[in-house]
């Protein structure tokens, strides 16, 4: 199994709701990231978790807050987000520091 | 502080062509390079990627690209373009003190029937 699966595949919210984008993914891996991605831009970091602790944190605005909660699992916490997030969310995982990262397939966000 | 350079935004190919698409970096260590394409609305997909060793690399879907240090480059090519072809394709880097992969400005393949 090489996939990162994410969940949901699309997400409209408004400026006061509270969401969370899930990422899974079985390979073993125990690096997983979020990257933020928009219109005709290459993929910006948000967030790297090593070994279920939070490694690096690219001044990611407070209203994204994200999770691991175990090696398997990556979740992105939205709240109050303003209509410039909008997005594609890709989460992606490696087995450890510089080997190759798999991506899922992201979550469109709209933010309204 | 690593960085990823792609020259041309936009590249256009006849079917069957030679596809080149070029990326210099800049590192203070070792890196380590990749390349990934995304298709419209969809993840990125690893084509190939340079740790050590053999400086040049093959991938999927007929690429491939070759590391030369001395000119701080890791060029993608594909001896004959085909329509599937037609994606965003982004050279990265990372480096051994951490998990940071850091993207060129990408390059959009468009392939001419």
């Known amino acids: 199994d090489t996939e990162v699966t994410q969940t949901p595949k699309h997400l409209v919210m408004g400026m006061t709701n509270k969401k969370s984008l899930k990422c899974e993914q079985h390979?073993?891996?125990?690096?997983m990231y979020w990257y933020k991605q928009k219109a005709k831009k290459p993929p910006e970091l948000m967030f790297v978790?090593?070994?279920?602790?939070?490694?690096i944190n690219e001044s990611v605005p407070s209203r994204f807050s994200p999770e691991c909660p175990n090696s398997s699992l990556l979740n992105l916490h939205l709240h109050a987000l303003q209509p410039e997030d909008s997005a594609l969310y890709l989460c992606?995982?490696?087995?450890?520091?510089?080997?190759?990262?798999?991506f899922g397939q992201g979550t469109r966000l709209t933010v309204v | 502080a690593q960085s990823v350079t792609q020259l041309g935004s936009h590249v256009s190919v006849s079917e069957g062509a030679l596809v080149l698409l070029r990326c210099n970096y800049s590192?203070?260590?070792?890196?380590?390079l990749f390349w990934y394409v995304q298709y419209p609305n969809q993840g990125l997909q690893l084509l190939l990627k340079?740790?050590?060793?053999?400086?040049l690399v093959k991938g999927i879907n007929g690429f491939e690209a070759e590391f030369k240090k001395s000119e701080t480059s890791f060029h993608l090519t594909k001896p004959s373009a085909h329509m599937s072809d037609a994606a965003e394709y982004f050279c990265?880097?990372?480096?051994?003190?951490?998990?940071?992969?850091?993207f060129g400005g990408g390059t959009r393949v468009l392939v001419k029937p």
């Open positions: 992606a995982s490696s087995a450890r520091a510089n080997t190759e990262a798999f």
């Open positions: 390979m073993g891996h125990r690096a």
């Open positions: 978790y090593s070994y279920e602790k939070l490694s």
């Open positions: 590192s203070s260590v070792p890196p380590y």
């Open positions: 340079y740790t050590t060793g053999a400086t």
């Open positions: 990265a880097v990372s480096v051994a003190a951490g998990n940071k992969l850091t």
